[in-house]
């Protein structure tokens, strides 16, 4: 006989284990599906700024414990254009900051958290299949130490990210799919030296883009624009360095502590949106349903916002046969997806070389660096998109 839970939850990502934890603490129960193992899960690196709306979930998840006592709060960022450093005071502008605090530790806490309250995750699902999504009683099957087990469900929540299946298993041809692929990836490297800056400092260099994050007080974060035609084995630690160094204003690259890489990589750069994100008795969340890129942080925080809906139309559903949550569920989550999108795609095409679309193009990207280095109205709307938008 086939198990039995209310929401079937694929994907134990920050997206997938947040959304269990939420819904357990309103009384509805689930099982959490996960092809991968968990260390290799908390093995992957992935960006780490907090928006105050995610922060305040996480705390009504019980989850931000840690985040509250490690978690660095910034109360603004730096936009650099050549030798020029703009500081963006997002604490003034807007009323707000943002927590600078890794992806992986926040999947981390919602683990443990998850495991506290004895939710069930079940790691290493092989297989995992949607069936009947259209009906009223949806089934997921999956193998399970080489054993094929079924688990029956009201809902199922498709929280597998971007090459998951849940988005996959609805029937071609009801998506609409808008994407934007970028010309350029991100080369990123983990240390465990002292930032460069206290704050975040976004760079647009003739040369491309630079990114000084961190991850605490004695763990930095750069990245570098590269060419998707580049391979990590043409980047030794050395030349990364220098390239950095070369990128950023000579006062903040004189005090740059280099030291061994921990983690290298380089990711390719997306604009991503499928419409709408339900299909029947799947709600789609995070990157399974929208992709941005890295430039303006909001990844994380675009999945928290779709949990954040997921969870409150599905406890009125299970609870009360409410179903006006389900039935605004996609519109109420794209109505934010698609500001966060144009944000991303925003700093993105601020920030970058885009050496192939000509000197109109590069001419008036200097005159709109110029402007926002310039301008305290363009600097309070960048400051509000970046802290986050209401929801
Ligand atoms: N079956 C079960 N699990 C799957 C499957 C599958 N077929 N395919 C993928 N998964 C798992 C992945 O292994 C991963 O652990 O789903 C999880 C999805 O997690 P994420 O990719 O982290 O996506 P999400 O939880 O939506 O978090 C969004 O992650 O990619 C970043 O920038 C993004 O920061 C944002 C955040
Ligand atoms: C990161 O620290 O990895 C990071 C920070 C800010 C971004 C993107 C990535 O915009």
Redesign the pocket.
């Given at each position: 006989m086939a198990e039995r839970t209310q929401v079937a939850i694929?994907?134990?990502?920050?997206?997938?284990l947040l959304l269990s934890q939420l819904l357990d603490l309103a009384g509805i129960d689930t099982v959490v599906?996960?092809?991968?193992s968990r260390d290799?899960?908390l093995g992957?690196v992935?960006?780490g700024v907090l928006e105050e709306g995610m922060v305040r979930l996480l705390r009504e998840a019980g989850v931000a414990e840690r985040l509250d006592r490690e978690g660095l709060v910034h109360d603004g960022i730096e936009i650099g254009w050549n030798d020029r450093l703009q500081r963006i005071d997002l604490k003034a502008l807007t009323g707000a900051s943002v927590v600078v605090y890794g992806?992986t530790e926040v999947t981390r806490d919602l683990m443990a958290a998850r495991e506290a309250r004895g939710g069930r995750v079940i790691h290493e699902?092989q297989d995992?299949a949607l069936r009947d999504i259209d009906s009223t009683r949806p089934r997921v099957t999956w193998v399970e130490d080489g054993h094929p087990r079924a688990l029956d469900c009201d809902w199922i929540a498709g929280?597998?990210?971007?090459?998951?299946?849940s988005r996959a298993s609805i029937p071609e041809g009801t998506l609409r799919e808008y994407e934007r692929v970028y010309p350029f990836g991100w080369l990123g490297l983990l240390s465990d030296t002292p930032p460069v800056s206290s704050e975040l400092i976004y760079m647009h260099h003739d040369r491309g883009f630079a990114l000084c994050s961190q991850r605490s007080t004695t763990r930095s974060r750069y990245y570098l624009q590269c060419s998707l035609a580049e391979h990590l084995y043409e980047w030794p630690d050395e030349r990364f360095w220098a390239e950095l160094a070369r990128r950023l204003p000579p006062q903040i690259a004189a005090r740059l502590e280099t030291g061994p890489s921990i983690e290298k990589s380089i990711a390719p750069l997306r604009s991503y949106v499928a419409e709408p994100m339900r299909w029947h008795r799947l709600l789609l969340?995070?990157?399974?349903a929208h992709?941005?890129p890295?430039t303006g942080a909001k990844?994380?925080n675009l999945?928290a916002s779709d949990v954040f809906y997921a969870h409150r139309a599905l406890a009125a559903a299970c609870l009360g046969g409410d179903m006006a949550g389900i039935e605004s569920y996609s519109a109420d989550c794209l109505r934010r997806v698609w500001k966060a999108e144009r944000f991303s795609w925003w700093m993105t095409s601020l920030l970058h070389s885009f050496p192939d679309d000509g000197p109109f193009a590069a001419k008036i990207q200097a005159a709109e660096l110029d402007y926002l280095l310039g301008s305290p109205a363009l600097q309070e709307s960048l400051a509000e998109n970046y802290v986050g938008l209401p929801y």
């Amino acid at each position: 006989m086939a198990e039995r839970t209310q929401v079937a939850i694929i994907g134990a990502g920050p997206s997938g284990l947040l959304l269990s934890q939420l819904l357990d603490l309103a009384g509805i129960d689930t099982v959490v599906l996960e092809r991968r193992s968990r260390d290799y899960v908390l093995g992957r690196v992935r960006a780490g700024v907090l928006e105050e709306g995610m922060v305040r979930l996480l705390r009504e998840a019980g989850v931000a414990e840690r985040l509250d006592r490690e978690g660095l709060v910034h109360d603004g960022i730096e936009i650099g254009w050549n030798d020029r450093l703009q500081r963006i005071d997002l604490k003034a502008l807007t009323g707000a900051s943002v927590v600078v605090y890794g992806q992986t530790e926040v999947t981390r806490d919602l683990m443990a958290a998850r495991e506290a309250r004895g939710g069930r995750v079940i790691h290493e699902a092989q297989d995992v299949a949607l069936r009947d999504i259209d009906s009223t009683r949806p089934r997921v099957t999956w193998v399970e130490d080489g054993h094929p087990r079924a688990l029956d469900c009201d809902w199922i929540a498709g929280c597998d990210g971007f090459h998951g299946i849940s988005r996959a298993s609805i029937p071609e041809g009801t998506l609409r799919e808008y994407e934007r692929v970028y010309p350029f990836g991100w080369l990123g490297l983990l240390s465990d030296t002292p930032p460069v800056s206290s704050e975040l400092i976004y760079m647009h260099h003739d040369r491309g883009f630079a990114l000084c994050s961190q991850r605490s007080t004695t763990r930095s974060r750069y990245y570098l624009q590269c060419s998707l035609a580049e391979h990590l084995y043409e980047w030794p630690d050395e030349r990364f360095w220098a390239e950095l160094a070369r990128r950023l204003p000579p006062q903040i690259a004189a005090r740059l502590e280099t030291g061994p890489s921990i983690e290298k990589s380089i990711a390719p750069l997306r604009s991503y949106v499928a419409e709408p994100m339900r299909w029947h008795r799947l709600l789609l969340c995070g990157d399974a349903a929208h992709i941005v890129p890295p430039t303006g942080a909001k990844g994380l925080n675009l999945a928290a916002s779709d949990v954040f809906y997921a969870h409150r139309a599905l406890a009125a559903a299970c609870l009360g046969g409410d179903m006006a949550g389900i039935e605004s569920y996609s519109a109420d989550c794209l109505r934010r997806v698609w500001k966060a999108e144009r944000f991303s795609w925003w700093m993105t095409s601020l920030l970058h070389s885009f050496p192939d679309d000509g000197p109109f193009a590069a001419k008036i990207q200097a005159a709109e660096l110029d402007y926002l280095l310039g301008s305290p109205a363009l600097q309070e709307s960048l400051a509000e998109n970046y802290v986050g938008l209401p929801y």
